[in-house]
């Protein structure tokens, strides 16, 4: 089975602009997760999405958000980009609603100048 | 409150020597742990798990700990390799709860000597 997927995998933008990032999960897993990873606070959770609903957010501004389509891919978008948004963003997959185990994709590294 | 940390950030090792990565968790009620390795430039990968009716599970070259006792969850690396070079971190959560409700901690980066 192919793993997970997300595009791009690098990308820079200036501060104030938006951002969509796309996560395609492993074949028959219907849970996709977000998560930022920087040096200074590791893993943080985003959002875990469900058939196309989104179950659960983390502590994040209203300006990240996310979904997911029919086919279980998932995006998320950043508006008004701020610098402190320079992350690695990964996405990760899991077979059942309650996903314990994360399959996370190679993730898409974020810089914001 | 709730903490998922390693004992050492850093971690050097000989080449062909066993590694032995530790992690410690508060939370008694943490009923499924993993480990993780992120190489450089890439995602966390799944290593191994191990729930908590167990006090250990072997894999290829590794082994996982657990002692419920002192919440404590070690990973062992044998005969390390320069491909074992990465950051190893653990995660814990809770049986049937979701991706929000899971711990990762901060990882430990393991760094081969030749």
């Known amino acids: 089975k192919a793993g997970v997927t997300q595009t791009p995998r690098y990308l820079i933008k200036t501060r104030g602009q938006q951002v969509t990032l796309s996560c395609s999960p492993i074949s028959g897993h219907r849970s996709v997760s977000w998560y930022q990873q920087t040096p200074g606070q590791g893993l943080q959770f985003l959002f875990e999405?469900?058939?196309?609903?989104?179950?659960n957010k983390g502590n994040f501004p209203g300006r990240f958000s996310g979904r997911q389509f029919s086919n279980s891919r998932s995006e998320m978008n950043v508006s008004t980009l701020e610098l402190g948004d320079s992350a690695l963003y990964l996405c990760?997959?899991?077979?059942?609603?309650?996903?314990?185990?994360?399959?996370f994709g190679p993730g898409t590294r974020l810089l914001v100048l | 409150g709730e903490s998922v940390g390693l004992h050492l950030p850093t971690l050097s090792v000989q080449e062909g020597d066993n590694s032995i990565i530790n992690c410690a968790y508060s939370n008694s009620a943490s009923d499924y742990f993993i480990w993780y390795k992120q190489e450089s430039g890439k995602g966390p990968q799944f290593i191994i798990d191990?729930?908590?009716?167990?006090d250990k599970r072997q894999g290829q070259r590794v082994t996982v700990l657990l002692n419920k006792t002192v919440k404590h969850l070690s990973l062992q690396i044998a005969a390390t390799q320069p491909g074992d070079s990465a950051v190893y971190f653990c995660?814990?959560?809770?049986?049937?709860?979701?991706?929000?409700?899971?711990?990762f901690g901060s990882g430990t980066r393991l760094s081969i000597r030749p």
């Open positions: 999405y469900f058939s196309e609903t989104q179950r």
């Open positions: 990760a997959s899991s077979l059942e609603q309650q996903g314990e185990t994360q399959y």
């Open positions: 995660a814990e959560s809770r049986s049937y709860s979701s991706a929000s409700k899971i711990i």
């Open positions: 191990i729930r908590s009716n167990m």
